[in-house]
């Protein structure tokens, strides 16, 4: 079955600074890739997913690019403010099937 | 819309104790879900259901049943308590999109077995 290996576990950055977080799947069958943001106290919520025909979505501050040669995705949060402070998530799947998903970061933005 | 509601948000057990987890929702999803999220593992897939009626093992099943009478509810049972079990426990509905399964998570029930 699939498995997706997720980079940092954890990761602080300064307020207006950029992070970014890394996962690599091993299904080369693979063709969807959604991010979760997980705040404390509170359930996983999507917050942006890609397609295997795509290489690159944004929505405001947040873009995620794929390179399905190399089987690894990656969530960019840009200038980044004191609320995205939260556990994200990556996971991949195969056309309809369950969601496998990585092992989580912890971002902590200084202010 | 309360959207996917858990009860309890905490509970302590006793190994060998039983107990069910309530989670309803209310966006007419076909799909449930149960998850366990432990430190340094992600979520893991407990049992899962695409219908009333219908239910399928997720990748962690052992010592917990499900059932699906109906569209709205999907009750996680813990069949006799173990210290292994203890985790945060979330419930999701979810429905398919074109690219992939969009998931709406509870707010999550923490369980500790002693």
């Known amino acids: 079955g699939e498995n997706v290996e997720q980079h940092p576990s954890t990761l602080s950055v300064q307020e207006g600074d950029s992070a970014v977080i890394k996962c690599t799947y091993s299904?080369?069958?693979?063709?969807?890739f959604p991010w979760y943001k997980q705040e404390l106290g509170k359930g996983p919520q999507l917050i942006i997913d890609?397609?295997?025909?795509?290489g690159e979505k944004k929505d405001q501050r947040i873009a995620v690019t794929l390179n399905k040669t190399a089987k690894h995705f990656s969530l960019h949060i840009t200038e980044t403010q004191p609320e995205d402070s939260a556990v994200y998530f990556c996971?991949?799947?195969?056309?309809?099937?369950?969601?496998?998903f990585g092992t989580g970061t912890r971002l902590t933005i200084i202010p | 819309n309360a959207g996917v509601t858990q009860t309890p948000k905490f509970q302590v057990l006793k190994t060998g104790q039983s107990m069910t987890l309530q989670c309803a929702q209310d966006?007419?999803?076909?799909?449930m879900s149960w998850y366990r999220q432990d430190p340094g593992m992600g979520l893991r897939l407990i049992h899962y259901?695409?219908?009333?009626?219908?239910?399928d093992q997720g990748e962690v099943p052992n010592g917990y049943n499900v059932s699906r009478s109906t569209t709205e509810d999907f009750p996680l049972r813990l069949l006799s308590a173990a210290p292994s079990q203890t985790s945060v426990y979330f419930c999701?509905?979810?429905?398919?999109?074109?690219?992939?399964?969009?998931?709406?998570f509870g707010s999550g029930t923490q369980l500790s077995v002693l």
């Open positions: 999701a509905s979810s429905y398919v999109s074109p690219g992939g399964e969009k998931l709406f």
């Open positions: 299904d080369s069958a693979s063709n969807y």
């Open positions: 890609i397609r295997s025909n795509v």
């Open positions: 996971a991949a799947s195969v056309g309809n099937e369950k969601l496998t």
């Open positions: 966006m007419n999803h076909e799909y």
């Open positions: 259901s695409v219908g009333a009626g219908i239910t």
